[in-house]
Structure formats: C-alpha cells, structure tokens
C-alpha cells in the first residue's frame, strides 16, 4: 500500500551507486585524473597573462593513458555541474594542466580562466567528466597567503599545506607545512535591534594584524569582500533602490508597488594571515524614526548568498535555469538546503535568537506562488543542533529542531490568517496541532512580508510532545503524490486495513480490536474539524497520521493545512465521504483515504460516539458567535501590518479586497452549522427540529426517528435558570411532542433535548403572547 521509505530509497540508491562504481572501475582508473594542488591567496607565486595573481587549480593526469577532457566539468558549486566546461583539450600520462580560477571565463589563450573564483577557507572545488561522474574533489580548508594545496607526492593521499607552490610542476620537491589558523574575538561596538537616530558602528579585534573584512548584501564575507578601515555609518535606508525585493519569484510575480523598508545587513569575519580566526558575525540593524512603533509583529531577519535564493542555478527561490530538473522552487531534499543566518527580534526590538540555520523551501502547490513558505533547519554544520528558545510563549518547548515560515499566500481566501484561526479555534479538539506566531519577515535587510512561524510535524514534534523516542515511531501520509512513507514503516498501518477489509466493523466484537489500534477520540475530531470547514484539499491530500511503535501504540492524525477551508458553506462532503454505494464513481476516487471513517461509522457504538461529538463541537467549537468573535480579534492583530504586506505582494489586491474576504469567512461561521445539521438529519435522521421558532409560547420537537428512546427536555433562561422540565417516550404513533411556555416574558431561551444520549441545545425566540 505504502511506497518505500526515503530512508530505504536512499539505501538502495547507495548500493547501485556502489556497483556503478564498481564496473567503472577499470576505466576511471585508467584515467585517473586528480585535483593536484590549489592555491586560494596568490599574492606573488604567479601572474596570469594580464599580470593578475587569481587563485588557480592544477590538474594531474596520474593515468598511463591519454586524457580528453572535452566537456568535462570544474566547478565550486555540486549542484551546478555544468558550471565551466573544459574546451578540447587532451591531457597527456604525467601531464599537468594549470587553470586560473579568475572569473574571467576563457577558453582560448596562453592559460584556462573559470567563470568563478575560488574563497579562501569557503570553496569546494569539483571535477567531473564528460558523463557527469565526479572524478575528483577538494573540500575547503584554509591555505594562506603563499600556500597551496595538494597531493605530494603528485595524485597521491592524503593532501596537505604545501610551503612552495609549484603551478604547473611537480609537488613532489615541494616543502609541506602543518597549518594552524591563528584565532582572535571580533566584537560589533553595537548590536542589532531598533534605531530611532544613525550611529557610527565600530568593528574591533584583540590582536594586533588581524584584519576585518565585511559585506552589507547578506553574503557571507571572505578576503574579496570590503576591508573594514573605519566606523561603518548606519542610518536610515529610505531613498535606497529595492534589491532582492525585485527578484522575479514565479511568472505571475508582480513587483513591489513601490520602495519597500529595508534595514542594514553587516556581516564580517576576522582574518590572520588569509586564514578565517572566527565564526562570521551578522547584525541587522532596522533604522527608522518611528521603528519602535513600525510593527506590531516580531521581526525575522534573514541573510544568505543571493545566489543561494536566486540564482538561476542554484536559487531555491526562482524558476531557474536547470534543463530537465522543472523550477528550481520544486526541488527539495538536502541538495536544495541552503545556508542561512537568522535573527529573531522580540516586538520591543530586542534580539532573542542569532544563529546560522539551513533553509529549503516549503510546502507543495504553493511553492509556485510569488512569496514561498521557507522551512528553517537547525544543524550542527550550520552551528547549532537545536534552536534553544521558546518561540510560542503558549507552548512549553524551549528547544526546536525545525520551524516553518509559513506564508499567507497559501490561502485560497486571501484573509492572510485563515489556517492560523482554524489552528486557534480547534484547541479545545482532541488534534495533534501546530503552534503558530505571526511575524514579519526580511531577506537580506530587505522587507518580505508576514508569515506565520509555525512548529513542523516531524519525529521531533512528537518526541517533545508526548515523550516518544524520535526514532521509534510510524508516520504516513497521503498527498496527491500518492502515499508516503516519512519514518518507520506502513506495516502495522496495512494490518490494520487489511483486518478491516476482512471483519464487518459493524460488529462490536471487531469494532473493539480496531480501537485498540486507532484513537478513536482523535480519528473523529479529526474528521469533524475537516468536514465542517469543508476542506476540498482533503482527504485524497494532506493527511497524515502517526503512532508510536510500540504494543499499545494507537495511530493518531495530525490537522495542517486549511487553506482550502471555509470557501463553500454548502459543500454537501459528510455524504460524499461516508457513501457506500460502490458505483458512485465519487466514491471510488475517495475510496481509499475515507476507508476508515465509512467502515467505522458502521458501526453503532462508534456512529453514536461520532454524532454526539459533531452536535457537540457544532454547539460549542463552531458555535458562530465564538468563530466571528476569533474572526474579530485576528482581525484588529492583523490589521496594522496588512497594508504593507499588500504593498508588497499585491495580494490581496488592495485592503478593502482583505476586509471583504473576512466578511466572506463570517458568513461561512454563520452558514456552516446549519448545512452541516442539515446534512447530520438526512443521513442520520438526527432528532433536532425546533418549531415554530420564533414561538408564542407553544413549539413542537420533532424526534425524526421511529425507535423507543427516553427524551428529556429542559428550558432554561439564559441566565442559566431552569424553568421547565419535560421527559417523554417516542414511538412511531408520536415522533414528536408539544411543548407550551407559560406566564414567560418574552426573550431567548435555550432548550437543552436529551435525546438518548445525544444532547442538542436549541436556542428559542419568545415574543410576547
């Protein structure tokens, strides 16, 4: 039922990858051809035929055998492995071939230029052949000024510093040194937060000779980036041309209405003899003489490579430029992480979180939107293994390793908030949910709009939610993708399908094993909360379910994803989804993801459970008076940060277009609990009928239903007083009974029906008799 897990993809992609290798062997070995030395700080070794001194690379061909390296491929970036093509040329057996890695792009000439250089202690060099197999590959360490880095002896391990460079010659004379990069504290004399006023920010070091070089686009600073010689000036950005704010996200992309607010991004390194003597430190620093004012969100800040987001080869932001591969924004997986900073900042400006994280794009459909949702990866490559801090004041976790910056333009309603309401209204339910924190985001100092930073639904989540081991559990999904396979394995789940397809739930006896194995409490208030937002991008998508693995462990379902909620207030989905008519060809394209909840409502016990918690949260969870009042307080939350997310995104399309679209979800609040009752009395004959209503004083129940049952009625005032009390046996020859208030003033009562044991209160109008 369940694909293989990507874990297992991986295993066995390794094991193919491993008999390639082996039937390559032969020929790679006959034509070995290595990285042999490198030099990333040239200051005098050697000049190129301008009488430059760029970094360079030298190749080796170790083989006995002619080389032609006609298309083979040098890069500094895995993922772009067509970045420079050789031209053709042919590497002779002990030959050494030198190449200039100095952006100028040549081909023709007294040497070889690559499109790109190379960053003291940041590059990774590769080189791949004509078939796109890596040959061989330099992983960056820092050499400094006057070193090099290679084999010695020539395309033999390991690698080492080397004292005297030889381009172009043989390593095997050469000096090797032992190198330890020297270390010193860079210290900012002002950290990032709110400026009302520009102020001079003075960068410093503890040793003497120790340079600073720094950036101010969200790069990451190295040797090639500015020298810091005096206090940078920080002030306000306004006048400054948008930057990234133009970059063209998706062919529907609209730019900006205008300039956007933008902050001052500094990051900067400390250098001793080209060699890195600490970690990158970034600030961010958000200028503006209203700024502690300006927003009512806490602020995210960003920085990263512009490349990284979006460049053409490599951006995960953008369509890109990769044959074959589709947008870039839809690829995923570990190859399209990329290298973030982030800096979280509390609605007082006051920096809470600085760390270097990893980031991928998030999400399915909506990737193709203009603003992405962005998911954010906490690792120890990138610094730190968690993110140590209570994102959700409401939530007791202090420690995360995922978090989702989940953008607005995934609501198909555009009321920016809707999938966070439906998160907040649905609390009281027994759901496994995401905390959610809106916020603002920017991306290289410049303003990218809200988002709502939410938890990920991860083997993480559910270790610090119920104390399970992270790496003993099971969880699915189904998505238009078809199923999947997250963690662990869909065993237990298809015994449990396959049990089913074999015993009639119908019968008490089988329906009991079967809530051993399932929460029964959670699978309802799951379907429930799904089928009264009338969802249409579920159940055939967007389900997903877990469970521990161990003897007693229960699957459970976990509730995201409402973007496609509350549009259709008629949307007629509890027939749809609980039909048993094999020739609906409706049924048929639901057949699988609603399984379980049409073999469960056969049953008795579990179909009474089902109603009664329906007409429950019906009454309470969706009552409208509650939803239009959540609606409300989003509403007044949001309101002052609206127009600038509109000005940037163009969506909505102006703010009188968002305050109609909130209107429209009210309406849905006040419309959906009476299609939904509509829809519980046809299919179930549920006893609820209240009439006449408005009533002077004489009103009828109307039981809908043929069995002998015990009702009980009581009025109340609504004040809570009770006032009258009626208990009453149904039969077929009476399905309902009369009622009469009297010598009550007129006003709202609220009649509470006990109907067997389902409970409705109905609310009653009495106008003066």
């Not at 009297?742 to 609310?763: C, D, E, M």
Request: hydrophobic share 35%; glycine share 6%.
């Amino acid at each position: 039922m369940f694909l293989l897990s990507s874990k297992r993809l991986r295993i066995c992609a390794i094991y193919i990858c491993v008999l390639v290798g082996l039937l390559l062997a032969t020929e790679g070995n006959a034509q070995r051809v290595v990285i042999n030395e490198l030099m990333t700080s040239n200051a005098q070794t050697i000049q190129d035929e301008d009488g430059d001194t760029p970094d360079w690379i030298e190749l080796y061909n170790a083989s006995t055998t002619p080389v032609d390296l006609t298309n083979w491929v040098i890069t500094d970036d895995s993922l772009e492995i067509d970045k420079w093509l050789f031209p053709a040329i042919v590497m002779q057996p002990g030959a050494y071939l030198l190449i200039f890695a100095s952006d100028k792009d040549r081909k023709e000439g007294k040497y070889l230029h690559t499109s790109f250089r190379l960053g003291a202690g940041r590059e990774s060099v590769f080189l791949y052949n004509q078939l796109g197999q890596r040959v061989d590959d330099y992983i960056s360490t820092c050499i400094p000024s006057g070193f090099s880095y290679g084999h010695t002896p020539d395309g033999t391990n390991p690698k080492t510093h080397l004292l005297t460079p030889t381009p172009g010659r043989s390593n095997n004379e050469s000096l090797t040194a032992t190198i330890k990069p020297g270390k010193d504290t860079l210290v900012f004399s002002q950290s990032g937060g709110f400026f009302t006023q520009a102020f001079s920010l003075q960068l410093s070091t503890g040793l003497p000779g120790t340079r600073i070089y720094y950036t101010l686009d969200g790069s990451v600073p190295d040797e090639n980036a500015q020298l810091y010689t005096s206090p940078i000036q920080v002030k306000s950005r306004k006048g400054d041309k948008n930057d990234v704010s133009e970059e063209e996200t998706v062919a529907t992309w609209q730019p900006p209405q205008g300039e956007v607010f933008k902050a001052t991004v500094i990051r900067a390194v400390a250098y001793i003899d080209a060699c890195p003597a600490g970690p990158v430190i970034t600030h961010t620093y958000f200028v503006d003489e209203k700024m502690p004012q300006r927003y009512t969100f806490p602020i995210l800040s960003i920085a990263t490579d512009r490349s990284d987001f979006f460049g053409k080869k490599k951006g995960i932001y953008v369509s890109g430029e990769n044959d074959g591969l589709g947008e870039n924004f839809f690829a995923s997986g570990k190859e399209w992480e990329r290298s973030i900073h982030v800096e979280f900042f509390n609605e007082n400006g006051a920096r809470a979180i600085a760390q270097g994280m990893g980031a991928r794009i998030h999400g399915r459909g909506s990737r193709k939107n203009p603003q992405k949702s962005v998911r954010i990866y906490a690792r120890e490559e990138y610094g730190a293994e968690w993110l140590n801090f209570q994102m959700f004041p409401d939530l007791a976790i202090e420690k995360f390793k995922t978090l989702i910056l989940r953008t607005p333009d995934a609501d198909f309603s555009q009321t920016i908030f809707k999938d966070e309401l439906i998160q907040t209204l649905i609390r009281p339910m027994n759901l496994d949910l995401q905390a959610t924190r809106p916020s603002v985001v920017f991306i290289n100092g410049e303003y990218w709009g809200i988002h709502n930073i939410r938890e990920r639904f991860d083997k993480h989540y559910f270790a610090q939610h119920y104390g399970v081991d992270s790496e003993s559990i099971d969880f699915l999904g189904l998505s238009l993708d078809g199923n999947e396979i997250i963690e662990g394995d869909g065993q237990h789940y298809a015994n449990m399908i396959q049990y089913i397809r074999n015993h009639d739930l119908a019968e008490d006896v089988y329906y009991q094993y079967i809530s051993t194995q399932l929460d029964i409490a959670n699978f309802i208030d799951y379907h429930i909360a799904h089928l009264f937002f009338a969802n249409w991008d579920w159940p055939n998508n967007n389900m997903r379910f877990w469970r521990p693995r161990t003897p007693a462990g229960k699957w459970r379902w976990v509730f995201f994803d409402c973007d496609a909620c509350m549009i259709q207030d008629s949307y007629k989905f509890l027939y749809l989804y609980s039909s048993r008519e094999e020739n609906d060809l409706k049924y048929k394209s639901y057949e699988e993801s609603t399984f379980l909840l049409r073999n469960l409502l056969q049953n008795r016990q579990f179909r009474t459970l089902f109603l009664q918690k329906f007409m429950y949260h019906l009454n309470t969870t969706f009552e409208p008076g509650r939803i239009i009042k959540e609606i409300q307080s989003f509403t007044q939350t949001y309101a002052p940060e609206v127009l600038e997310h509109i000005y940037r995104w163009n969506s909505p399309d102006t703010y009188t277009t968002w305050v109609q679209n909130l209107e429209e979800i009210k309406l849905f609040a006040l419309r959906r609990p009476i299609e939904m009752l509509n829809q519980l009395q046809t299919l179930y004959q549920l006893p609820v009928l209240l009439y006449p209503n408005p009533s002077n004083g004489e009103f009828q129940v109307d039981l809908g239903d043929d069995e002998h049952i015990p009702l009980n009625i009581q009025v109340y005032t609504t004040q809570g007083q009770l006032i009258q009390t009626y208990t009453y046996v149904s039969s077929k020859e009476a399905k309902g009974v009369s009622m009469k208030l009297t010598h009550q003033p007129a006003g709202l009562y609220i009649v509470r029906i006990q109907y067997g044991s389902l409970v409705f209160n109905k609310k009653l109008v009495l106008y003066k008799q």
